[in-house]
Every structure is written in C-alpha cells, then in structure tokens.
C-alpha cells in the first residue's frame, strides 16, 4: 500500500507517519516533509525516485506526473484501468496527506508579490482534487486534526470507510476553493479591483452555533483564515461565559465598530438589539461605564458592553452590578477576572492589546449582505478621523458645541437610519432610530431624553426633509445640529435653526444604515 505525504502544516506529521508505517504502508514524500520524516526515523521515498524523474524548474515540477497521478485516479475495480497501470508501472496510492504552501502567511508577512507568487501551489491542489474525485478508492487527508480518526479506523478495519472518504472529499475540495479564492482575492487587491467580475469567498468555520437568530434557524460562525493586526471580534478570545449566540456575535461585532470611533479615551459602549443604548468616554474606564449605563439603566440591562482599556477591579465590580450578555474588551486584570468569574453566564471576550491603542482603527474593508439570489458588497462605512464640515448657519459652534457636534456624528453612524442622536462632548444622550420617518426618531429620543437633552447637540444621518424634525430637536433643548445637508428644502431648514438661534453644520456625507 501506498501513501504519499506532502504537508506545508506539519503537525501531527510524524505520528501519523510512524502510524501508517506500523499498518505496512510504503511512504512517498517531498522536500520539507521528507526531511521531517526522515529526521524522525521515518523510512520514505522521495517522489522522484518513485516516478524515475528528476525534479526540475527549482522543485516547480514533481508531483505532476503519470506514476503519481494515475496512481491517484486509477479505479482499482474496473479491470481496464488495472490493466492499463501495469502497463505502464503504475502503482495504486490509496492515501494522500496534502494541505499547501502557505500562501495567505505569505500575502500576510508583506512579502513582495514575487515571493507570493511563488507560494502559489500547483501540485498540490492537483492531487487533492485528483484525490478527492477518486474518492471511492483514495482517502484524501488535508487537515492535521484528521489524521487521528483516520489511523483508527485502518487500525480496526484495515480500511478507511466510504462514509470518511465521502467527508473527506467534501473537505478536500472545500480547502482548494478557499485556497483559490485567497489568490483570487489578493490578485484583485493587487489590481485595485475590489468588486472583481467573479467573487469567491474564503472563510472558515469557526463554530457551529445552537441556532440562529431564532431557535428555529440553523446557524454557524465563519472568520478569515488568519487574524489581522487590528482588534477583530472573530479572532477575540473568549475567557468565559456561556457560548456566544448568533445575536451575541451581531451585537458584540456592533459594539467594537462603535467602540473604535473613539480610541484617544477610555471609553465603553452597550449595545441593545444592535443598537448603541449608552456611550461615553472619561479619564477613567470605570467612569465611562458608570456614564453609558445611566444613559439608559433599562436597556442596559441584558446589553452587550465593549470596552477599549484594561478592564480593572473597579470597572467589572461596576459590570458587575447589573445583568450583562457579553463584555469585549483587550484584555482583564487578574482582580477583574475574579470578580467577573462569580458571574459565570457572562461571555468574557479578550481582544488583545491593539484595541487599547489611542490610533485603533478598524481596518478598511468590504461588507457582505446577502440578499435571495444575491449578495451586495461596498466599501464599509468607514472612520472619519478629520471631519470636514461647512457652517451655514448665521452662529457657528462654540468650541464645546463643536465638540459635542463631533460626538454626536461619529455615534449617529451606529443607528439604525433614520438616526437621530442627541449627545454632549462625552456621551450619548438619547438616540431614536429604525423609523420609517425622521421626525418620529426625534420624538423617541425626546422621550428617552427629557430635560437631560437641554443644551445639547443633535446629529441627523441623513439630512431633514423639512423642518418639522429641526423644530422638534429645538423644543427638546437642542443648541446645535449636525447633518449631511443636500435636501431641495435646505433653505429652510437653515432658515429654521437662525430662528431657535442654532448653530448648524453640514458634513456633505451620509451615513444611513439599513
């Protein structure tokens, strides 16, 4: 029998080596594989002497020959295919280990697009497709954390069964589509195509959840194949808690966007049904939790909390007050940890130490909606560190308005549109959102707001249609406002804010969130 062996990820290699020899297999091998096999005390034959071949072109032309590929695709029950490979001195391979050249750590190290190219692999592909199609007679193993399961069946059955090489196959040829879909996405990269004519997509899996956003819904979390530099929920460790849901993750991921507008203070975000209930930035991360809570004590209750500093003693004996979900944060004391640990429910997310950076920034990338038949792709809303802005009214903001002007935008951006927020310099002080008019997301806000939104500042994510929405913002205290601008009725929305004596500030950019 044989089995040939060809891994960029060597775990695992070396065990399931001896394993296979120990059940009377003859291994093939190539280049660093072969080492490692042989380093270990592992008897294999380099590939070239199997075939009578030299390698050639810097090692670009092994694999790719009849002795290994028609050792690979010959259909051992049908008697013409038999003997056609005696015929030509091929014998049958019935196990193939194959994962490739690590091309997305190559793209990810910066490494010049020649050495990219190089990690391009074309053998290997080669065999785990030629593997996979001939399933019925070759056990295709791409992934390390296989190799366990497949030693034990051939060690109580002599054979690895067809159910195995059915799930085998299914993931073989899953590991070459992401792998093409990772050069396919580079090379786009590389040509400042981000909207390519043919879109694939590489992800894996990273757990199956319990259900969807329903019980009833069947649902599964996906993440890159490596982590980026920047903060990202998908790569954050979860220290504790209960497993995170389809709607934790939603929330969690929404709380960390918002969270990243404001890196230069300690700042903490809650999130309801992914919608910002409390933002607030201080001196202290205990502060700035204290204040987004009081935002809105009742939506709090159950939210999902992000935080940008190392959480302390004093900032989870404050969580620790109310009912929490999940807390995202770059890291936890060793005093915070115990506290929070008698809250054992509780998801405890880490997400290392670039989110507690004062230049975090969430990096500039695509966002996928799918919709029935389709998917639609853009460009993800992105940060605005140096906000442009145009005063058309008869006052302009004085600077603490301008401040509060500032916060109000970057949060209007989180809220589902039509967005109304209401905020001071440092917090968020009422929101209203996911109506199906503007004026009605003024009001809620209002409601939630009361007399503490007197000498505030109120941000608008798309501009007012008419006035009725700037007057309502005036009768609940508003001084200054912040919108897009670009209606046929600006004259008189302008018009409308010299007569509350407003300050007004036109950005010339929308942010709607659907």
Not at 188 to 196: H, V
Not at 220 to 247: C, D, I, M, W
Request: charged content about 25%; proline content about 5%; glycine content about 8%.
């Amino acid at each position: 029998m044989l089995a040939l062996l060809s891994v960029s990820d060597k775990r695992g290699l070396v065990p399931f080596a001896q394993g296979l020899v120990r059940l009377g297999f003859k291994l093939l091998s190539t280049g660093g594989t072969l080492e490692a096999l042989k380093s270990a005390g592992v008897p294999a034959t380099k590939v070239s002497e199997h075939t009578q071949s030299p390698e050639i072109l810097g090692g670009r032309v092994k694999t790719l020959h009849p002795r290994i590929h028609g050792g690979i695709l010959g259909r051992v029950d049908l008697e013409g295919d038999r003997a056609e490979m005696k015929a030509h001195g091929i014998e049958p391979i019935s196990l193939v280990a194959v994962n490739l050249y690590p091309f997305r750590q190559t793209v990810a190290s910066g490494a010049a697009e020649a050495d990219v190219i190089e990690q391009i692999d074309i053998g290997g592909p080669a065999m785990v497709r030629a593997s996979a199609k001939n399933f019925r007679h070759v056990a295709v193993v791409v992934d390390p954390d296989d190799y366990t399961g497949v030693l034990a069946e051939l060690e109580q059955n002599k054979a690895v069964g067809e159910e195995t090489r059915r799930r085998l196959m299914r993931k073989a040829f899953a590991h070459t589509a992401a792998y093409d879909a990772s050069i396919s996405a580079w090379l786009s990269g590389t040509a400042g195509e981000p909207f390519p004519g043919e879109l694939s997509l590489a992800f894996q899996k990273a757990q199956d959840l319990r259900y969807g956003e329903n019980p009833h819904q069947r649902g599964a979390f996906y993440r890159e194949h490596s982590a980026p530099a920047e903060p990202t929920l998908a790569f954050s460790k979860v220290l504790q808690g209960k497993e995170l849901s389809y709607n934790n993750i939603l929330d969690l991921d929404a709380a960390l966007g918002l969270l990243l507008e404001f890196p230069e203070k300690p700042c903490a975000v809650i999130i309801k049904h992914n919608t910002p209930c409390g933002v607030s930035v201080d001196e202290s991360l205990v502060k700035a939790y204290r204040t987004a809570r009081a935002v809105d004590e009742v939506s709090a209750f159950g939210g999902i909390v992000a935080l940008n500093r190392e959480v302390d003693e004093a900032t989870a004996q404050a969580m620790a007050e109310t009912f929490l979900e999940a807390v995202v944060a770059p890291s936890y004391s060793a005093a915070a940890l115990q506290v929070l640990a008698s809250k054992k429910n509780l998801r405890l997310l880490e997400a290392g130490p670039a989110l507690a950076s004062p230049s975090a920034r969430p990096r500039a990338q695509l966002d996928a909606r799918s919709v029935s038949g389709g998917l639609l792709l853009m460009d993800r809303d992105a940060v605005e560190p140096a906000l442009s802005w145009k005063v058309v009214s008869k006052r302009a903001p004085t600077p603490d308005e301008e401040r509060a002007l500032r916060f109000a935008w970057k949060v209007c951006k989180h809220v589902k549109s039509n967005a109304i927020v209401f905020a001071s310099g440092d917090r968020l002080l009422a929101q209203g959102g996911g109506q199906t008019n503007r004026v009605d997301s003024v009001r809620i806000a209002m409601q939630r707001g009361g007399e503490g939104l007197k000498g505030s500042a109120v941000a608008s994510d798309a501009f007012f249609p008419f006035r009725d929405g700037l007057d309502e913002a005036a009768r609940a205290g508003a001084t200054c406002v912040i919108h897009p601008g670009g209606s046929i009725r600006d004259a008189e929305v302008i018009a409308a804010a010299d007569e509350h004596g407003m300050a007004m500030v036109l950005t010339g950019v929308r942010h709607f969130r659907h």
